[in-house]
C-alpha cells in the first residue's frame, strides 16, 4: 500500500515544517570508526539506492553527497554505513546523527497505483477509530521483511506499537485531513498492568 521512498523517525513536527514537495529518503544514526563513515537507515526500497539519488537535503537547508555506501555488517537490510563528501572524522559524523535527508518528489515520479503513496506522507497524521476518536500519532512506515508497518505513537502515552499496514486494520487513508483510520487489535494499545505480587522486579 505505501510506496517507499520514505519513513522517517524524526518527530512529526519537523516532518510538518517541510516542504510537501520533498520526501524523506533516510536518516543518519550514529558514527562509524574514525574515518568519518556513518549509519544510515534507507527508507528506499533498494536501501543502496538512496546513494543514487545525487545531493540529498536536510530540514535547515543543508546539502549533503554520499559515497561508498554498504550494508552495515550484522544489522537489518535497511541500515547502511555511507561516507559524506566534506566530512573525514568522527567528529564530523557526529554531527549530522539524527538529521533526516530528503530529495525533490519530483525526481522520484508518481506512484503508479492509485492505492500506493510514499511513506513519508503518512508521519504525522493522526490515527483514529471509525468514531473519529484520535487514538495516536503515526511515527513511521518500518518494514522488516514481512511489509509494511505502522509505527504509532499512542495518544494517552505509553509505548509505540506497530499495526501492519493493510486494507484490514487500516481502511482508510484520508492525507488531505490528514489521518488515517485504524481498526487495530483490542489490546494494541493497552498499557501494561500492575505486576504480581510475587513477580521479581
Known amino acids: 500500500m505505501a510506496r517507499r521512498p520514505g519513513s522517517p523517525s524524526r518527530a512529526a513536527s519537523e516532518q510538518r515544517a517541510v516542504p510537501k514537495e520533498l520526501v524523506a529518503l533516510g536518516e543518519f544514526g550514529r558514527a562509524q570508526g574514525l574515518r568519518g563513515e556513518i549509519r544510515l537507515k534507507s527508507y528506499t526500497s533498494d536501501p543502496l539506492a538512496i546513494a543514487g539519488y545525487g545531493p540529498l537535503l536536510a530540514a535547515d537547508g543543508r546539502t549533503f553527497v554520499l559515497t561508498d555506501a554498504k550494508p552495515a555488517p550484522g544489522s537489518s537490510p535497511d541500515l547502511l554505513v555511507v561516507r559524506v563528501q566534506g566530512v573525514k572524522d568522527r567528529t564530523g559524523a557526529e554531527a ?3 538529521v533526516v535527508l530528503y530529495c525533490s518528489r ?6 503508479e497505483d492509485e492505492d500506493e503513496i510514499f511513506a513519508a506522507d503518512l508521519v504525522g497524521l493522526d490515527a483514529v477509530d471509525a468514531a ?18 505502522l509505527e504509532i505513537r499512542p495518544a494517552l502515552g505509553g509505548a509505540t506499537a506497530l499495526l501492519p499496514f493493510t486494507k484490514a486494520f487500516v481502511p482508510t487513508l484520508d492525507i488531505p485531513n490528514r489521518r488515517i483510520v485504524i481498526d487495530p487489535p483490542e489490546d494494541l494499545f493497552a498499557l501494561p498492568g500492575p505486576k504480581p505480587a510475587d513477580e521479581p522486579e
Open 96 to 98: 549530522l546523527t539524527r
Open 132 to 149: 473519529g476518536t484520535v487514538i495516536g500519532t503515526v511515527l513511521g512506515v518500518p518494514n522488516y521483511g514481512g511489509g509494511d508497518l
Open 106 to 111: 519530483d525526481k522520484l515520479g508518481t506512484p
